[in-house]
């Protein structure tokens, strides 16, 4: 959608008023919604994608914008061929963008996931496990569960950042350090 949307300012127009509808919306508000409409059994992804999707679009977008105009112009003229534009000019200057989208957006996912799961109460799920703790008033448990999410996610968020940087590795010639 970013990449679409940087070379529309038409299709940038017409995705901005969802996209700033999909973050102003309260998360409790958007997953009872959803819920509504699809139960709960894949309401968390749902409601994670949802919240994640303009964070990743906006500053993909921005890392689009960022790239050099005097850059371009040189592939122009020295007729580079769109691989090797991708390569060297937009993924060096967009993947920077990316990282940050991603890693803002990885805390934000399991906020928001866990979230819709305390609503919408699927079997089995961690939320379930939290709603049980605060009914019962079982604070200890409430606390384990919420080190069990922090630890989850931290460490999904250092393989997904590892593996982006590989990826950027990979595929611009430059490395970047995880932090």
């Known amino acids: 959608m970013a990449s679409a949307a940087s070379r529309?300012?038409?299709?940038?127009?017409?995705?901005?008023?969802?996209?700033?509808?999909i973050r102003s919306t309260p998360i409790a508000s958007l997953t009872i919604l959803i819920?509504?409409?699809?139960?709960?059994?894949?309401?968390?992804?749902?409601?994670?994608?949802?919240?994640?999707l303009p964070v990743v679009y906006l500053n993909?977008?921005?890392?689009?914008?960022?790239v050099d105009p005097g850059l371009r112009e040189m592939a122009e003229v020295f007729r580079f061929s769109f691989m090797k534009r991708l390569r060297y000019l937009i993924l060096p200057t967009v993947f920077p963008y990316f990282r940050a989208a991603v890693s803002a957006g990885l805390g934000?996912?399991?906020?928001?996931?866990v979230a819709a799961e305390v609503i919408g109460i699927p079997g089995n799920s961690i939320g379930e496990?939290?709603?049980l703790a605060k009914i019962?008033?079982?604070?200890?448990?409430?606390?384990?569960?919420?080190v069990v999410i922090i630890l989850?996610?931290?460490?999904?968020?250092?393989?997904?950042?590892?593996?982006?940087?590989?990826?950027?590795a990979r595929l611009t010639g430059t490395a970047t350090e995880v932090s």
């Open 152 to 168: 989850i996610s931290y460490l999904f968020e250092r393989i997904v950042l590892a593996l982006l940087a590989w990826a950027e």
């Open 108 to 113: 934000f996912c399991w906020k928001s996931g």
């Open 129 to 131: 496990k939290l709603y």
């Open 35 to 52: 819920l509504m409409w699809v139960g709960s059994r894949n309401l968390s992804v749902i409601v994670s994608f949802m919240m994640v």
């Open 136 to 146: 019962y008033l079982n604070t200890g448990e409430l606390f384990a569960w919420t």
């Open 60 to 66: 993909t977008l921005a890392g689009l914008r960022a």
């Open 8 to 21: 529309s300012r038409g299709l940038a127009a017409l995705l901005d008023p969802p996209l700033l509808l």
